[in-house]
């Protein structure tokens, strides 16, 4: 009996975790899906976004409830200024375009770390909110993380309702599949590129806010993170969204239960090796085009 | 007739390599014009050049009188010009009536219905389809789906690329009638083909072209009974290369 509440509580922890590791790869995975762009400055908007929140609380004890559209709004003005001035005035067609982007976001990611590290320091910080713990029978789960797994439940659902139900999200949808076929409609493809970005950037933004009550970040954390992002939408098979929630829940529930079973360290290992046997097995990802948005 | 689309002398190409030479041509308000050429022409390049899709090194593209300079592919659209790209660009995962209602995403709701209406009409096959996923559709199918989408643009020209590239002859013939009824309808046609035969017994007037170059301007008729060509009909290697080169 004992032993099936255990299972029961590593299940229900790791689906909980892996609806907060989609909520941080939600924003890579709508840029990649629509541009092709991976950005590798991705966990560095993750990352200055639970600083930020970080600050606002020191100053104003203010909580996530504040702290999250903030800096969703921030980073949406970050995703048009980073796409105005910076990746729509190169050449992203072609294998050559595909590299300048990565070199572009990768010089970003840098200097936003180097100066995150400037104003915030080394330190590793995080947001003492939603400290307590929840009953359910006799398992606990923190309130951090079912708080953390709902909101980014609620928001991923948005995201895919908002693709696939209103007219914006339908013309996205578009220019992901094709962009000349989106052109040939009539469609203004480098606004909705511009648009897209800008969303990717703020929901970037709003999962840093969110989940530095659960994982506390310091100024380098973001290559970490974005690798960790990449991997979950690899997994999914990239741009594919139901892909994404399927990766998510399963590295959740895998590295929940190996680092019980197996110890922390062999759990990130576990996860690397599953998705070295996913590349292998299924390079195009879990689900491959089925669910593409 | 006015003239609709006019190029005059338009060069371009791929990272300084030029493969369209000063190309001049013309396609009259109601006309339906084919411009024929092998493999490797440039034919493609051509339309690229004609929608924006790539900058030109010389010329100007007209149209309607007005030169449409460095306007972007959605503003040539905006203006008139329906466009059927190579390998058809569909939305694979959506469905054939998704597909056309984004070819009318700016109409009105009255507008949009009538427009559907009238696609329904000519090819009653995408009616029976319009809940299908357009990633599963036949060639020939998928074809009709961006014929449609480009008329859900509402074009004064409607320009294909290649529209008959790996269809079976039957589809071809039946993707070439109902250009027929549409260009019947008012509508003007410029199509570029390798399938010189469906091309120009569609067209009233065919250009030939060759390496880059217009060789030759003719009726469609002629160029139909022309027996160097003839030899492209029944599909030898590259007919059109072995013929005397640039006139």
Redesign the interface.
């Known amino acids: 009996m004992l032993q099936l509440q255990t299972y029961l509580l590593l299940l229900l922890t790791g689906i909980m975790w892996g609806g907060v590791y989609l909520l941080m790869a939600l924003g890579l995975n709508l840029i990649y899906g629509v541009m092709k762009v991976v950005n590798l400055a991705h966990g560095d908007f993750i990352v200055v976004a639970g600083l930020l929140a970080v600050t606002l609380y020191g100053a104003f004890q203010a909580g996530p409830v504040l702290a999250i559209p903030l800096a969703a709004l921030l980073f949406l003005l970050v995703g048009l200024a980073v796409y105005r001035g910076l990746l729509a005035r190169v050449d992203t067609a072609g294998p050559q375009g595909e590299l300048r982007t990565l070199l572009i976001t990768f010089g970003l990611s840098s200097i936003i770390s180097n100066i995150a590290l400037l104003i915030w320091g080394g330190q590793y910080q995080s947001v003492p909110f939603f400290q307590s713990s929840v009953r359910l029978g006799s398992l606990f789960l923190p309130e951090s993380l079912i708080i953390s797994s709902l909101v980014a439940f609620v928001l991923a659902f948005a995201v895919q309702f908002w693709l696939i139900r209103t007219r914006w999200g339908r013309l996205v949808r578009a220019t992901a599949q094709s962009e000349l076929g989106a052109a040939s409609c009539g469609l203004n493809t480098s606004r909705i590129r511009l648009l897209t970005f800008a969303l990717g950037a703020a929901l970037a933004g709003a999962a840093g806010a969110l989940t530095v009550v659960l994982i506390p970040v310091q100024a380098a954390s973001g290559g970490f993170v974005t690798v960790q992002a990449f991997t979950l939408i690899a997994l999914g098979g990239l741009g594919n969204y139901l892909g994404a929630l399927l990766a998510a829940i399963l590295l959740g529930v895998i590295e929940v239960s190996s680092s019980y079973f197996l110890g922390a360290s062999a759990a990130s290992a576990m996860i690397y090796l599953i998705f070295i046997l996913v590349l292998i097995v299924r390079p195009q990802g879990l689900l491959g085009q089925r669910g593409r948005i | 007739m006015p003239e609709l689309l006019q190029l005059q002398q338009i060069s371009g190409g791929y990272h300084g390599r030029t493969v369209v030479h000063e190309v001049s041509l013309s396609v009259a308000e109601g006309e339906a014009v084919a411009a024929v050429g092998a493999n490797g022409a440039g034919k493609t390049t051509l339309l690229r050049l004609i929608?924006g899709?790539l900058p030109l090194s010389g010329g100007r593209v007209l149209f309607a009188g007005r030169d449409l300079g460095r306007l972007?592919?959605?503003e040539r659209?905006?203006l008139g010009i329906?466009?059927?790209?190579e390998g058809?660009?569909?939305?694979?995962?959506?469905s054939v009536e998704?597909n056309l209602e984004?070819?009318a995403?700016?109409a009105s709701k009255a507008e949009l219905r009538q427009c559907l209406d009238y696609i329904y009409h000519v090819f009653p096959k995408l009616q029976r389809l319009r809940r299908a996923r357009c990633?599963l559709l036949s060639g020939g199918e998928q074809q009709m789906v961006t014929v449609g989408?480009?008329l859900?643009?509402r074009p004064r020209l409607l320009i294909l690329d290649e529209p008959s590239t790996g269809l079976a002859p039957r589809v071809v013939g039946e993707l070439y009638q109902a250009l027929r009824v549409l260009h019947s309808g008012g509508l003007t046609v410029f199509v570029v083909e390798q399938n010189a035969y469906a091309a120009l017994r569609f067209a009233q007037r065919g250009y030939v072209f060759e390496d880059g170059h217009i060789t030759r301007v003719a009726p469609a008729t002629e160029l139909l009974h022309d027996p160097r060509l003839a030899e492209s009909y029944v599909g030898r290697a590259s007919p059109m290369a072995r013929s005397q080169g640039p006139a």
């Open positions: 929608m899709q972007p592919t959605f659209v905006r329906g466009y059927v790209p058809r660009a569909l939305f694979p995962e959506m998704e984004i070819g995403y700016r990633r989408r480009a859900m643009t």
